[in-house]
């Protein structure tokens, strides 16, 4: 469970922390500033500062989930952040998404929904604990 919601709060985060900086890049970029300028700005506005704490968040939390559960789960698990994503760019953006772009989202999902299916497991079993303890008998 931990897991799951640990996950949910790093994809929220990272298309929150996108969401934020897309959106205030392009109004900053629009006004034709030098590049100089334009990073002066940036440097400068809170938003953009919000947005990349957003994505320091996510950082944080995809590499706890890393501690405890398999790459092969949490990579997949945390591709549905490209549905979020798609999602907030229609509905805090304005743009517009084509079908065929819904159909490529709604494969995501189910991707991520089959990969979901498969179980989560610490990254050591028993098993490995095994592993590691012959291997420390053969150095002694």
Same mark, same amino acid.
């Given at each position: 469970?931990?897991?799951v919601l640990v996950l949910t709060l790093a994809i929220l985060a990272q298309a929150a922390?996108?969401?934020?900086?897309?959106?205030?890049?392009?109004?900053?970029? =629009?006004?034709? &500033?030098?590049?100089?300028? %334009? @990073?002066?700005? #940036?440097?400068?506005?809170?938003?953009?500062?919000? +947005?990349?704490?957003?994505?320091?968040?996510?950082f944080l939390l995809y590499a706890a989930s890393l501690s405890w559960a398999d790459l092969?789960?949490?990579?997949?698990?945390?591709?549905?952040?490209?549905?979020?994503?798609?999602?907030?760019?229609?509905?805090?953006?304005?743009?517009?998404? =084509?079908?065929? &772009?819904?159909?490529?989202? %709604? @494969?995501?999902? #189910?991707?991520?929904?089959?990969?979901?299916?498969? +179980?989560?497991?610490?990254?050591?079993?028993?098993?490995?604990?095994?592993?590691?303890?012959?291997?420390?008998?053969?150095?002694?």
């Amino acid at each position: 469970m931990k897991t799951v919601l640990v996950l949910t709060l790093a994809i929220l985060a990272q298309a929150a922390g996108a969401t934020l900086l897309s959106k205030e890049m392009r109004q900053l970029a =629009s006004f034709g &500033r030098s590049l100089f300028s %334009l @990073l002066l700005q #940036v440097l400068a506005d809170p938003t953009v500062w919000l +947005g990349t704490a957003l994505l320091i968040g996510f950082f944080l939390l995809y590499a706890a989930s890393l501690s405890w559960a398999d790459l092969s789960f949490v990579l997949p698990a945390t591709s549905f952040g490209y549905v979020v994503n798609v999602a907030f760019a229609h509905y805090f953006l304005n743009e517009p998404i =084509s079908g065929m &772009r819904w159909v490529g989202t %709604l @494969l995501i999902s #189910v991707g991520v929904v089959v990969v979901s299916r498969s +179980g989560v497991r610490t990254t050591r079993t028993q098993k490995d604990d095994k592993v590691f303890a012959c291997a420390g008998e053969n150095n002694h």
